[in-house]
């Protein structure tokens, strides 16, 4: 019992070091590829075709599904890439991930690892310590993430060898649905599909399962899949919840029809198998069989994807959130810098459109008004969080430029409703005072102005503020006026320096303005030049694509 709880101990290492070996591939290639990943993503998705090898040769570079079923869902989320388009960068990936079984089959098994492993770590780190560029740095992650998943390989071998001494096969009458469940678990757990099917396969080379019990096993592996994808729906917009309904129909989908031709499916991969010299590798046959039940679930959604998008399109509405709440941004974005800023400025626009109507009603105090600003200050709570997050990504020098300005233009905009509730302040002050219609009147025509100009500002119309705008002569005369009232005897001195203090708080808040659209401007032009949207990249070939879809 002691030598077997060894060899289980063995096999938790060598899962432990596959794992790790693949969190270090994905993080180096996708920091290495930078925007390039998330370019191509929103731009190679014109049509279905593209949109399945986009997410296949995707997956295949940065091994993992699970990075791009995320990153899909997060360019949905924010209008970068279309549902209909998306659903298929996520059956192309199913198709992708199936890369790590053939290296796990044809190198991790067949070859003397260390051969091959620890030189990949050594110059890995090297590169990692001393390349000069941050991208070489990155690739040189990727690299020592490729041997430690090799020893994470070998490691298991060794385990799974001992083990299959130890505990009894499954025979021939377990239930295959059991074998399935096993592998769904596995996956859900380890929260990669990759490192179930590699378990697996050393399992089997190890004469732990048959090879028929092996075949359940990565079926259900597939499955387990979805739910990442489930989890990272949690808060999201509609179409990212329809999409991920999608993910789990097609892999549940295909999972059945390779579970009901199981038999069949077998014998094609042992024809193939013949025809191609591996069969007498039960390793290689295994990920053949998961290429190729995955190749059968993408034929036969060919057809049915059409009908199955315009149902989830009917069957799922988008919920009505509440104003305190974020529209665009969701930790989906995070790890997605581009598409982070292209939320990033889609929520400061919604922001910044709520504060011209705000000075309508001053110098008059409004509950409203108050009601507001905390509404806001929950907001800019939770867009600081997000920021924050994004921040411990590693971003190259335009993004961190980016998300600099994301901070400024929220600080701007955090001063403006302090300043909002200051007046509001002022407002309840003065009006306890007998001379408070004239200082009303005096005041509410120039902060009726101000909302005016800023409303203009923001559709565009280019008015300026100091030097050339007639606020600013406005302003003077106001002040001017009130002094003149003052000396007259028809406004009280604390009613004066309440009225001066309001007028003072009310151009600070223009320039507060002023700074906050300059950023906003700004953060806006980058992302048009960040990344493609689905829309703007569309062509003629995507409408004959939808028109394709429409005849269907």
């Known amino acids: 019992m002691g030598a077997a709880m060894e060899y289980v101990a063995t096999v938790l290492g060598g899962v432990g070091l596959f794992l790790l070996g693949m969190w270090l591939i994905t993080e180096g290639l996708k920091v290495a590829a930078g925007a390039s990943l998330e370019r191509l993503l929103a731009s190679w998705t014109r049509n279905r075709l593209r949109g399945l090898l986009s997410g296949t040769l995707l997956t295949a570079l940065v091994q993992s599904s699970s990075a791009i079923t995320v990153a899909a869902l997060g360019f949905v989320n924010t209008g970068l890439l279309r549902f209909e388009r998306a659903v298929w960068v996520i059956f192309g990936s199913n198709l992708g991930t199936t890369l790590t079984a053939w290296v796990v089959a044809l190198v991790g098994i067949k070859f003397q690892i260390n051969v091959i492993a620890l030189p990949l770590v050594g110059i890995g780190a090297l590169m990692r310590v001393f390349a000069p560029a941050d991208r070489y740095r990155n ?44 592998g769904i678990i596995l996956t859900t757990l380890m929260q990669s599909s990759s490192a179930a099917v590699a378990l697996v396969l050393t399992a089997l080379a190890g004469g732990l399962l048959g090879f028929r019990e092996a075949a359940a096993v990565v079926i259900g592996a597939n499955v387990g899949t979805t739910s990442t994808a489930l989890l990272a729906t949690l808060g999201a917009t509609a ?40 069969d007498q590798d039960p390793a290689a046959q295994l990920a053949l ?45 995070v790890t997605l810098p581009d598409a982070a800023r292209v939320a990033l400025t889609q929520e400061m626009e919604r922001l910044l459109a709520q504060y011209p109507e705000a000075l309508v009603t001053l110098p008059a105090p409004d509950s409203r008004r108050l009601e507001q600003i905390a509404d806001r200050s929950r907001l800019h709570t939770g867009v600081g969080d997000f920021l924050a997050d ?25 001063n403006m ?6 007046l509001n302040g002022f407002g309840l002050a003065m009006q306890r005072h007998s001379d408070w219609p004239v200082i009303q009147a005096l005041l509410s025509n120039w902060f009726a102005s101000a909302g005016r100009l800023m409303e203009q500002q923001w559709q565009g119309d280019g008015v300026a503020w100091p030097p050339n705008s007639p606020l600013l002569g406005q302003y003077e005369s106001v002040k001017s006026a009130l002094l003149a009232n003052a000396m007259a005897g028809k ?25 906050a659209l300059e950023y906003y401007r700004q953060l806006s032009e980058r992302d048009q030049t960040a990344i493609p949207t689905d829309a703007t990249t569309a062509t003629g070939e995507q409408d004959e694509d939808d028109n394709a879809t429409e005849s269907r």
């Open 139 to 182: 690739l040189g992650m990727a690299l020592a993430g490729f041997g430690v998943l090799f020893l994470g390989i070998e490691v298991l071998s060794s385990g799974f060898q001992h083990l299959g001494e130890s505990f009894p096969l499954p025979d021939a009458g377990t239930p295959l649905v059991w074998l399935v469940l096993l």
């Open 491 to 515: 406004i009280s001195r604390q009613s004066l320096d309440l009225a001066l203090q309001s007028l003072s708080q009310g151009r600070w808040l223009l320039e507060q303005w002023q700074r």
């Open 239 to 278: 179409n990212a919840r329809r999409l991920a309904v999608a993910h789990v129909l097609f892999n549940v989908f295909t999972g059945a029809m390779a579970l009901l031709l199981l038999g069949p499916l077998l014998d094609l991969v042992g024809r193939l198998a013949g025809l191609w010299q591996l």
């Open 417 to 422: 409703d302090e300043t909002l509730q200051r």
């Open 390 to 414: 994004v921040a411990r990504q590693q971003l190259v020098e335009a993004q961190v430029t980016a998300f600099q300005m994301g901070w400024r233009l929220q600080g701007n905009l955090v």
């Open 289 to 333: 069989f998961h290429t190729c039940f995955n190749l059968l679930g993408i034929v036969l959604m060919w057809p049915l994807e059409p009908p199955l998008s315009r149902f989830l399109l009917r069957r799922f509405h988008e919920r009505q959130k509440s104003a305190v709440q974020l529209q665009f941004l969701d930790r989906n974005l």
